[in-house]
């Protein structure tokens, strides 16, 4: 059984991230943190609640608001385009009686990271805010995680938020540098990977024809979220009924390592800058820059992937 921390921004893709970990039978979830980015912290927290209460968790995971702001700066504008006003498609779910527990996101995570010691993978979705953060104030919660998987940057792909820079990474680059300093065993899943890996409309119409009868009603909610999502991947990436799979990547990466193959580079994070502020910056010279090798995902077996994504559905 692997236990899991899920750190995110519920979000479209977040959600169906959060749905194939919930319906996958060798997964544990241990506890969710929400930092601001797709929507606000608490707004994702929301989302979380109504998600968990959808799958028949409700009060079974605990759900911990985290930070609304970037470790420098302002939040910006929430990309409303891609994932609706509600950040889950501007879909209604019903309201959950569960609520957030009231405690410090650090205190939280470290928590878990005591409780599940040399256990825990540690999943971001969304800024590394929260991680940072809990950082900082324990030192050594590293030393508890078992392993990091982050969807975040991107090497060689085209960024999503400036030329070079993607959206995770881009919202908070010192958070992001703090956490690919750090001495663990982080991989980041990109959108050298992500983009690769295509969900099409067809894929979620075949697998709602042939899923489990509990499964039913998520597949359904994420036909309806993913018409919002879809039409916003065709406004970014001129796409057509379909859209990368960023979030739900990670979460199979998480599970199944050997659905991509990967490289360490050394890797800092340009937190400076007009154009590559929040740049994923590597180095393969003989005698690279001062950082920390980190496991970055080049290919992926995007078919593979998408098999394994809706076998948790069957």
């Known amino acids: 059984m692997m236990k899991i921390c899920i750190d995110c921004d519920p979000g479209v893709d977040d959600s169906l991230a959060i749905l194939f970990a919930l319906c996958r039978p060798d997964i544990e979830i241990v506890g969710i943190t929400t930092s601001a980015g797709n929507v606000t912290a608490k707004q994702g927290a929301e989302n979380t609640l109504r998600i968990l209460k959808l799958a028949g968790m409700e009060g079974r995971i605990p759900v911990c608001i985290g930070a609304e702001s970037p470790l420098e700066g302002e939040c910006g504008e929430f990309p409303y385009f891609i994932h609706g006003k509600n950040g889950i498609g501007n879909v209604e779910l019903p ?21 599940n010691e040399g256990e825990m993978t540690l999943i971001t979705l969304g800024r590394m805010t929260n991680i940072a953060m809990v950082l900082a104030k324990y030192p050594d919660f590293h030393k508890k995680i078992k392993r990091v998987v982050s969807m975040g ?56 024809g042939s899923c489990r009868q509990e499964c039913k009603e998520l597949l359904v909610f994420l036909q309806q979220e993913m018409k919002w999502y879809m039409q916003g991947a065709h406004r970014q990436n001129w796409m057509r009924e379909c859209c990368p799979l960023h979030d739900p990547l990670a979460m199979v990466v998480a599970a199944d390592p050997a659905l991509v193959s990967t490289q360490k580079r050394i890797t800092r994070i340009e937190c400076e800058g007009k154009y590559c502020r929040g740049m994923v910056v590597t180095d393969l010279r003989e005698q690279p820059i001062k950082g920390r090798y980190v496991e970055h995902c080049i290919n992926v077996d995007s078919e593979k992937v998408l098999n394994t994504l809706f076998a948790a559905f069957q």
């Open 153 to 208: 940057g991107t090497l060689h792909a085209s960024g999503n938020v400036s030329p070079v820079v993607e959206a995770n990474i881009g919202g908070d680059p010192e958070a992001a540098d703090i956490v690919v300093q750090t001495p663990w065993n982080l991989t980041m899943v990109g959108l050298d990977v992500t983009l690769k890996t295509i969900l099409r409309k067809t894929d979620i119409d075949q697998a709602l």
């Open 95 to 115: 309201a959950a009686e569960q609520k957030p527990i009231e405690m410090d996101v650090c205190d939280f995570l470290y928590q878990k990271a005591c409780e």
